[in-house]
C-alpha cells in the first residue's frame, strides 16, 4: 500500500488511531502493529518539519535505521562564540551524529508502519469526540492532493497524538493550559558547495553558534545533509528576526550564495509535559509531549523513542483494559532521561542568559573532559558514568568559569 492510498473499507473500530506520522508517530504506529493491534495512521504529507536532522549512531541500531537513510555523517562539531572563537569537538573512535534529511526520513518511517499492516489516511484531525460506550470518534480530512476532497470518520478505542508541538489532540482532550514551553525553530535548506574552505564550511562537521546576535536564547546552526545544508536557529523572544539572523548565519558561513531549496518554520517544545495521558484512552508522544532535549534542541531519537514507549503503553492498555498503562510511557522515559534533560535545562537557563555568559561556555567546550562527557552522553543517551571524578573536575570548572570576570569580547 503507497502513503497515499486510502483504504475502501476500514475496520469498524480501530484498536488505535495514530494522528501523525513524523518519527514518533510512525514508530508508534509500527510497533503497536506488530503486536497484533489494527491501527490508523494520519499524516498530512503536506509539510517538513525545520530540523537540523542529528540522530546519534546508536539510533540504527535500536529502530533498525539502514544507514542509507543517512544523508551524511558529521564525525564532530564546531561551537562558535560571539567573539568569533571556534572551539572543534571531535567525537574520535566512539561513534558518529547521523545526519537525516525529514524530507525522505518520514516517508520511509510511515512506509515501514504501511509495509507492517497499518492503515493510513493522508489527511488531518479536525475532530475528536469520547462517546457514551468508551469510544472516540474521530473526523478526518482528506489531503489536498486528492482530486476529491472527502471527509471521513473513524472509530477507535485509544488515540495516540502525534502531531506536533501544535497538536490537535492535545488541543482537544487536554485543558489549555497543558502545552510544552517551546521556542520557534527556523531553518533554510540550501545546496552544499563545492570546494568550501574548511574555515567556512566542512561537510563532516556540525557548526552550532552561540551568538546573542543569531538567537538571544538558543543556537544557531550549520549542518551538513550531504548534497544540502540546514542553517538556521531558533528563539523564544518575541520580535527577535530569525529570517534575518538565519542571513547572517549564512553570510558567516560562507553559503550565502548558495541556491535556497526550501524555508521551514515551526515551534520546537523545550520540555517534556508533566502529563501525557488523559487517564482514559488518549497519549501525547514526540514533540505533542515535549520531548525535545532543552538546550539542545535534539528531538528525533527522543520522539522515536516516546513512540515505542507510548506504543508499549498502548498495548498493555488494550490488554488489561485498564488506564493505568498509560502513565508508564512517561514514567519510563524520564527514568531514563530526565537527569539529562534537567541538567541540559540548567545549561540553558544558566549559560544562554548573555553574549558573556556564551563566551565562558564556549570557553568550557575547549575542555576535553568537556567534551569526552558531552560525547559519551550524547551517543549513549545517558550520563556516562564511567569516570565520575571527571564530572567533579566539570563542575568546578562550571562555577569558576561562571563566577569569573567577563571574558574579553573581540
Known amino acids: 500500500m503507497s502513503a497515499t492510498d486510502v483504504p475502501k473499507t476500514w475496520p469498524e473500530i480501530f484498536d488505535v488511531a495514530v494522528i501523525g506520522g513524523g518519527p514518533s508517530g510512525a514508530i508508534a504506529a509500527e510497533r503497536l502493529v506488530l503486536a497484533g493491534r489494527s491501527v490508523l495512521l494520519v499524516d498530512p504529507c503536506n509539510r517538513i518539519k525545520p530540523c537540523g ?48 534529511d525529514r524530507v525522505t526520513f518520514d516517508p520511509y518511517l510511515r512506509g515501514r508502519a504501511i509495509a507492517a499492516g497499518a ?183 527522543y520522539a522515536m523513542l516516546s513512540g515505542r514507549l507510548c506504543a508499549e503503553a498502548v498495548d498493555a492498555c488494550l490488554a488489561t483494559g485498564r488506564a493505568a498503562p498509560l502513565k508508564q510511557a512517561r514514567r519510563a522515559f524520564m527514568r531514563d532521561h530526565g537527569r539529562v534533560f534537567f541538567i541540559l535545562g540548567v545549561m540553558q537557563a544558566v549559560w544562554y542568559r548573555s553574549d558573556r555568559l556564551r563566551e565562558k561556555f564556549v570557553s568550557l567546550c575547549a575542555d576535553p573532559d568537556v567534551q569526552r562527557l558531552t560525547w559519551e552522553s550524547y551517543l549513549n543517551k545517558k550520563i556516562s558514568r564511567r569516570d565520575p571524578f571527571a564530572h567533579l573536575r566539570v563542575f568546578l570548572k562550571d562555577i569558576r568559569e561562571l563566577f569569573s570576570h567577563p571574558a574579553s569580547q573581540k
Not at 533498525?64 to 551524511?72: F, G, Q
Not at 517551546?182 to 563545492?194: K, L, M, R, S
Not at 568550501?196 to 543569531?214: L, M, Q, S
Not at 542553517?231 to 523572544?237: E, F, H, L, Y
Open 119 to 301: 492503515y493510513f489516511l493522508e489527511g488531518r484531525l479536525d475532530t475528536l469526540e469520547q462517546t457514551a460506550d468508551g469510544m472516540l470518534d474521530l473526523t478526518l480530512s482528506r489531503g489536498e492532493r486528492h482530486s476529491i476532497p472527502a471527509r471521513d470518520t473513524a472509530r477507535a478505542r485509544m488515540v495516540i497524538g502525534a502531531d506536533g508541538a501544535n497538536s490537535v489532540v492535545r488541543r482537544q482532550m487536554f485543558a489549555a493550559h497543558r502545552r510544552p514551553t517551546y521556542v520557534f525553530a527556523y531553518h533554510e535548506i540550501v545546496e552544499t558547495p563545492d570546494g568550501c574552505a574548511p574555515t567556512a564550511f566542512a561537510a563532516d562537521r556540525c557548526d552550532v553558534v552561540y551568538d546573542g546576535r543569531i538567537s538571544p536564547d538558543f543556537y544557531g546552526w550549520v549542518f551538513p545533509h550531504g548534497k544540502q545544508t540546514s542553517v538556521g536557529c531558533g528563539s523564544g523572544v518575541k520580535g527577535h528576526d530569525l529570517r534575518q539572523a538565519t542571513a547572517a548565519l549564512r553570510q558567516a558561513s560562507g553559503l550565502a550564495g548558495c541556491r535556497t531549496i526550501r524555508r521551514e518554520g515551526a515551534p520546537l517544545p523545550l520540555k517534556p509535559m508533566r502529563r501525557w495521558d488523559n487517564g482514559r484512552n488518549v497519549l501525547l508522544t514526540g514533540d505533542a509531549a515535549g520531548t525535545v532535549a532543552p538546550s539542545s534542541g535534539e528531538g528525533i531519537y
Open 53 to 100: 536532522g542529528a540522530i546519534p549512531s546508536r539510533a540504527l541500531k535500536d529502530f533498525s535505521i539502514p544507514e542509507d537513510c543517512l544523508v551524511a555523517r558529521a564525525y564532530g562539531a564546531r561551537i562558535i562564540a560571539p567573539s568569533g572563537r571556534a572551539v572543534e569537538m571531535r567525537i574520535g573512535d566512539i561513534g558518529f551524529v547521523g545526519m537525516v
